[in-house]
């Protein structure tokens, strides 16, 4: 049977629908659990009782057969009723419990993120009383914190909830615009592109405070307060950002860039304490601030010094874009992710693998992996998003729909995006007591992104790295869907990725995140393939890209975190879910 993908019906964007009615049929979610629930109870078999009563048994001073007949009909009536209505009651109960019913994730929630201190952080917010959301968003900005290398309030991201009780998916893009000033033609025959021109709309605040909005039940100042706390106080130097700053000391760097990561002029050292006060500030200066107060102004005057355009028109204009998903049906589950061309290939990629059976090789099985990704990704290199080209929808119905003899094969990919390959990026996935499930993916487009820092420690994007122009010194061919243009948003392949149990609400779970570095995409893909053998505990034995033991059944939160330790270099993070346990994915990709 040919893979079912489709897009959904609600979307904002009139994406088509790919789910074929033939696998949807046998009615609501309620129906099996009745079904099943009443050939377990059967009524009472009428048959069993005569109603022919000898004429010896009766006295001359007992009731008459009429009367008797009628007291035996009155009492299996009764029994009757009694069986109907408690088969009711307890199918509405099960039914109830289902859908209204207490969490099975543990009291306090489990959060997963690439630092154990921004990990701590949001738990505190879940304990506290915090939604899902409200742990993601200070969990994020901790990491912008510690990992000023991968990710900040300089920076973007994209983020998805999925809200188990009501069974519906947001999606939040905030991966920056470029400035409306800058044309195609400031980028011609420019060898090395000055690190202003470099930076787009640092996009991550705005989108956070807007999740917020929409989930949040702390005060979006209580949030906020906790990660400039981290700024404030310091924290441990990770072996992460250490490696990081010490490739890039001997590069030209910004007067502030040094002075942060390389006072005095030696590098910071891993395990050391460092302080980010001014950062602090920032924070706790709130949206406003950020977009149209000092810091605005202070982005722009450090843009504009090093060669750029961006103006504080740009920052106070933007606006985050909330669309719903794009979704794929594989076997028993529902795949969600953004409405991306890179989520128009992880549903490609999954629907080409569709038709491996379980008699299939495992050799067999890892070519046919390689194959679908590499074709899923040429297919979807060409597109442009959606909100930029009308045709796109179009475009995305013919990649979703295609057999897989349709598909070209890996030889012939286009070269994927430089971000692909370098690209390092924050992640943070969330699933609280309030039954939501959030995964957060963050990025500066690049290793410091432009590695220019305002006076205020903010690191700003290298967004503009990411668009196509004619004569970029590259070697890559020019995506020409993906020309710059001015208040254009950029490709990505950051891919936070939501799924669900297809048929009802008992079964599996599971939140994705990715750095967006090589080897990600597969390895998501993998991890969904794995998914179906999830009662094997570390899901199948063989993988592309061998994970560390994630063989971690848990009964509670506590457990969790004491059992587990967070890998600072791990690509794909995730939390899996079923009706019994709960545990961390932790997944480095073997480079």
Known sequence: MSPETKLSSQSTRSYESFSASSLLTGGSSSGPIISDFNENYAVADLNGYSKDVPSEQLGSTGPSVTDKDGASQNRLISVYSAAIIFAFAVTIALILHIYLGASMVPDDGVLVSDHERCTGLGRGVLRDGGSSVDAAVAAVLCLGVVHPHASGVGGGGVMMVHDIRRNQTKVLNFLGTAPKALTEEMLHGVSELKEGLQVGVPAMLRGLHRAHRLYGRLKWEDVVARAAAVAREGFSVSSSLAEAISKVKGQRLSPHFRDLFLPGGRALRSGSLHRMPALAGVLEAGVSGFYNGNVSQEIVDEVQSNGGVLTR???????????????????????????????????????????????????????????????????????????????????????????????????????????????????????????????????????????????????????????????????????????????????????????????????????????????????????????????????????????????????????????????????????????????????????
């Open 313 to 591: 028109e740009d920052l106070s204009d933007y606006t985050v874009e909330v669309d719903q998903p794009l979704e794929g049906l594989f076997n028993d589950f529902i795949i969600q992710v953004p409405p991306s061309s890179t989520g128009a290939a992880l549903i490609s990629a999954i629907s080409l693998l569709h038709l491996i059976g379980n008699n299939t090789t495992t050799n067999i099985t890892h070519q046919w992996i390689l194959e679908a990704t590499g074709a899923a990704l040429a297919e979807s290199n060409g597109l442009e998003e959606p909100k930029y080209n009308s045709s796109v929808t179009k475009q995305l119905s013919d990649i979703l729909s295609k057999s897989p003899a349709a598909a070209p094969p890996t030889r012939h990919s286009s070269p994927v995006n430089r971000s692909q390959s370098v690209l390092l990026g924050g992640q943070v996935i969330v699933m609280g007591p309030d039954d939501l499930m959030v995964s957060v993916a963050s990025s500066l487009s690049g290793p410091f992104g432009s590695r220019l820092v305002t006076r205020s420690g903010v690191l700003l994007n290298s967004l503009i790295l990411d668009f196509s122009w004619p004569n970029r010194a590259s070697g890559l061919r020019i995506n020409q869907s993906h020309r710059i243009e001015s208040g254009k948003g950029p490709l990505s392949p950051l891919m936070p990725t939501i799924v669900l149990p297809a048929w009802n609400k008992c079964g599996l779970y599971m939140a994705l995140s990715s750095s967006g570095r090589a080897g990600s995409f597969t390895v998501i893909t993998q991890l969904l393939i794995d998914a179906q053998n999830e009662t094997n505990c570390v899901f199948s034995g063989t993988r592309l890209h061998p994970q560390a033991d994630a063989c971690l059944v848990v009964q509670s939160a506590q457990d969790l975190h004491e059992k587990t330790q967070t890998s600072e270099k791990s690509d794909v993070r995730g939390i899996l879910r079923n009706k019994d346990f709960i545990k961390p994915l932790d997944i480095p990709v073997i480079r």
